[in-house]
């Protein structure tokens, strides 16, 4: 540690979680961007199409609490490295499924996509716990809302690199690019990422700025307990404050969930475009949505540095940005493509204002379990994972059209914002209660036993 010189440390393990972020949700897309060109080579319809996009979120959901459990008992470094690891083999072998029969194929490709989901599940509780630990309380909002954009840019990045990879050289490509990346990148990430206490470079100033403001650098401290209490889960469920939150994460990832997998088909098979044209029309609304991201945080912490309280500050940029996000639902009164495509850049740049959530969760997650507790809001938030595709797979082949489906994820914006104003109230840290049995008191003389009870 440097005891004179003052570091900004905290701003490369930032770049390094918005560069990890950007890696996850690239791997994330490769599915939506192959997924015309391999819905016509397996011969498959939209709902078997929605089923695989689904793949990813069942096991993303399971292995939640089980991530974050194990980022609290382990550490994030350790933990993150392997899923960054684990995730990106997975990617990696889906390029050889073309090879096999179809009925193999969407079998293997569906049980892949279903390890990649499950290996990336300590990814965002263990982003939370290192904003956490390296960021004070005033800049915390900026820093989730950087990282969370990421999967804006990773659209914006790779659509169009992944488009033209699948129209110059096969979907199979895809899979097999992004997954050597990641694997190489795991590398890197063992190499640049400790606790506050522990890195090299950083100064003692800067850690005492980061710990005298409310970051938690002592997270991954050894402790002498097994791990975190499972008991704790039930307080956290029994939070009205994070219910409405836990709701309104739902609502937020179908809205991502909806431009992850189905926007670029939509492009192709509503709007008429070539994969490679819908590669570079989708990186459009991305790169809006990962300006509003940013943006969002950058407001949040303003208004808190101008004396405005945490609730004030966090709720009315998700709010105004989840409102702005239903003008999505324009699209389906307008035929030129230039008004589809102001639109849906629109809605993204709305969603990427109102995608605080993160920041939320490092605002009141227990210090004890900050894995834990974010890995159960991640686990009531990518419950749309799994449904959105699914929902939107049935409305198509029912409808034979988009129309209905811009609706059902414009509807998801509105609960979000209900959720927010009615069902959350006042945001603030959760203090847990140690519910292990007590002592019993010795009784009082004069009924002050019996008084103290009222």
Request: proline share 4%; net charge positive.
């Amino acid at each position: 540690m440097q005891a004179t010189k003052k570091t900004h440390v905290r701003y490369l393990i930032l770049f390094m979680l918005f560069l990890v972020t950007t890696i996850n949700y690239a791997d994330r897309a490769t599915i939506a961007i192959a997924g015309s060109s391999l819905q016509k080579d397996l011969g498959i319809d939209a709902v078997t199409l929605g089923y695989i996009f689904s793949a990813f979120g069942w096991a993303y959901v399971a292995g939640q609490i089980p991530g974050g459990w194990l980022l609290d008992r382990f550490g994030s470094k350790n933990v993150y490295a392997f899923s960054i690891f684990t995730w990106s083999l997975f990617t990696l072998l889906q390029g050889f499924v073309g090879g096999l029969p179809v009925a193999w194929a969407v079998v293997t490709l569906f049980t892949l996509r279903f390890l990649v989901g499950f290996a990336e599940a300590p990814s965002f509780p263990g982003n939370a716990r290192i904003v956490a630990a390296w960021f004070p309380t005033q800049e915390r909002g900026t820093a989730s809302a950087i990282f969370n954009s990421a999967q804006y840019f990773a659209t914006a990045l790779f659509a169009p690199i992944m488009g033209w990879i699948v129209f110059s050289f096969g979907w199979e490509h895809v899979f097999v690019v992004m997954g050597a990346l990641g694997i190489i990148f795991s590398m890197v990430w063992l190499r640049t990422i400790y606790n506050p206490k522990q890195h090299p470079r950083i100064s003692q100033a800067e850690l005492e700025h980061i710990e005298q403001n409310g970051g938690l650098v002592d997270m991954d401290q050894k402790r002498s307990n097994d791990g975190p209490k499972w008991g704790y889960i039930k307080q956290l469920l029994t939070s009205r404050m994070l219910l409405g939150v836990y709701l309104g994460q739902y609502c937020i990832n179908a809205i991502t969930y909806f431009f992850l997998t189905w926007f670029p088909v939509y492009l192709v098979q509503e709007r008429g475009m070539t994969i490679l044209k819908a590669g570079f029309i989708a990186s459009l609304p991305a790169i809006c949505g990962f300006i509003g991201g940013v943006l969002g945080g950058v407001i949040s912490d303003w208004l808190l540095r101008r004396g405005n309280s945490l609730t004030f500050s966090r709720k009315l940029p998700i709010v105004c940005g989840l409102l702005l996000s239903t003008t999505m639902v324009f699209c389906n009164y307008v035929d030129a493509e230039w008004m589809v495509v102001g639109f849906m850049t629109l809605a993204f740049f709305g969603k990427g204002i109102g995608a605080l959530g993160w920041a939320v969760v490092a605002d009141t997650s227990p210090k004890q379990i900050a894995g834990l507790s974010g890995g159960l809001f991640n686990t009531f938030g990518n419950i749309a994972s799994i449904t959105t595709p699914i929902v939107i797979g049935y409305i198509i082949s029912a409808t034979g059209s988009f129309k209905w489906a811009l609706v059902y994820v414009g509807a998801n914006a509105l609960v979000a914002v209900f959720s927010y104003l009615v069902i959350v109230g006042p945001i603030k840290r959760i203090e847990l209660r140690d519910d292990a049995p007590k002592p019993q008191a010795e009784p009082a003389a004069n009924g002050e036993l019996a008084s103290s009870r009222h």
